[in-house]
Nanobody, 122 residues
């Protein structure tokens, strides 16, 4: 059973940067595609970004492309989401997720963290 624990969320002003971390335990980290999704109350959880098994490939939602960077450190069993030029519309609870396949579909991710809130003030 894989466990994911996010950290790094907080309250920032528009234009600021923030880095989220996701520590994975309980399974072989390198065998998972690591992804990030976010959710606002009353809305469905949406895909944000993901990084492939070796870290050689990453892909993003159009809304964050060019501002967010997904990465991983297999030696530390940790995935990261670096967020820059944050906007008020980025305000959400951010979740780390793991998948055995390359996908943007939230339903395909099999393991989830508890979420970390990010609030961007204008």
């Amino acid at each position: 059973q894989v466990q994911l624990v996010e950290s790094g969320g907080g309250l920032v002003q528009a234009g600021a940067s923030l880095r989220l971390s996701c520590v994975v335990s309980g399974s072989t980290f390198s065998t998972y595609v690591m992804a990030w999704a976010r959710q606002v109350p009353g809305k469905e959880r949406e895909f944000v970004a993901a990084v492939s098994w070796t870290g050689s490939g990453s892909y993003y939602a159009d809304s964050v492309k060019g501002r967010f960077t997904a990465s991983r450190d297999d030696a530390k069993n940790t995935a990261y989401l670096y967020m820059s030029d944050l906007k008020p519309e980025d305000t959400a609870v951010y979740y780390c997720a793991a998948s055995r396949i390359v996908t943007r579909r939230v339903a395909d991710f099999t393991s989830w963290g508890q979420g970390t809130p990010v609030t961007v003030s204008s």
